[in-house]
């Protein structure tokens, strides 16, 4: 299947400080990225959806400018946390499509785990 | 609201018996349906996927069985393996499609499959 990587896997940051997450497409063209938290023994929780060259639509309740969400390229979007907050804490996952019309080519990147100190 | 609702966190079972993981949704315009497995710190991976115009569909050893009168999905694994062992994710879409395919997912059930 697609590959679809995260980069950091990682990232350990200081309350108040911006952190940026890498989602890429590796041998795809992404037409729809989708970006994801979850807290632990919880659900993915969907927090965006960004086509390529057009603004993110987010989910109620997450603050659009807290987490900044880029899709500058059909194989590269990401997610800044911006002003990062120990509540922020979480392991975030991207997903990229390359149909608009299929439901089971999403795939995952491998996530991010995110803890702000 | 949880909308996608998997009430069994856990369960476990022998090697060479049947898994089966059960979903619940309320969301009457979900029609699309999908199973995915996750490992720990990595990303879904897709198992199997089901449309509200079918009640089951088969792939190997998975099967995902649709009763829409009830909103109730499951997710039939036989025989279970070791490898198995799991977080399996029940997921739905409304959008079937469409442009906009949201997926909504559940907690997750941990499967383990004892040797």
């Known amino acids: 299947g697609a590959v679809v990587s995260q980069h950091p896997s990682r990232v350990i940051c200081k309350s108040g400080t911006s952190v940026k997450i890498e989602c890429r497409s590796l041998?795809?063209?992404?037409?729809?990225m989708f970006w994801y938290r979850q807290f632990p023994k919880q659900s993915l929780m969907l927090m965006a959806t960004?086509?390529?060259?057009?603004?993110?639509?987010?989910e109620q309740g997450v603050e659009k400018d807290k987490f900044l969400i880029n899709h500058a390229s059909l194989t590269l979007s990401t997610l800044t946390v911006t002003s990062a907050h120990p509540e922020d804490s979480s392991f975030y996952i991207c997903?990229?499509?390359?149909?608009?019309?299929?439901?089971?080519?999403?795939?995952f990147g491998p996530g991010t785990r995110l803890t702000v100190t | 609201d949880q909308q996608v609702k998997q009430n069994s966190p856990s369960l476990s079972v022998q090697e060479g018996r049947i898994s089966i993981l059960n979903c619940d949704y309320t969301n009457s315009m979900f029609d699309y349906f999908l199973w995915y497995k996750k490992y720990p710190a990595e990303g879904p991976t897709f198992l199997i996927s089901i449309s509200s115009i079918k009640d089951k569909n088969e792939d190997g050893r998975f099967t995902v069985f649709l009763n829409k009168s009830a909103k109730h999905l499951s997710l039939h694994i036989v025989p279970s393996q070791p490898g198995d062992s799991a977080v399996y994710f029940c997921?739905?879409?409304?959008?079937?499609?469409?442009?906009?395919?949201?997926?909504?997912f559940g907690k997750g059930t941990l499967l383990t499959v004892n040797p």
């Open positions: 960004s086509n390529e060259g057009s603004k993110a639509t987010y």
């Open positions: 041998d795809f063209q992404a037409t729809t």
């Open positions: 997921a739905a879409s409304a959008d079937s499609g469409g442009s906009n395919y949201k997926l909504t």
């Open positions: 997903s990229a499509s390359e149909r608009r019309n299929s439901n089971d080519e999403q795939y």
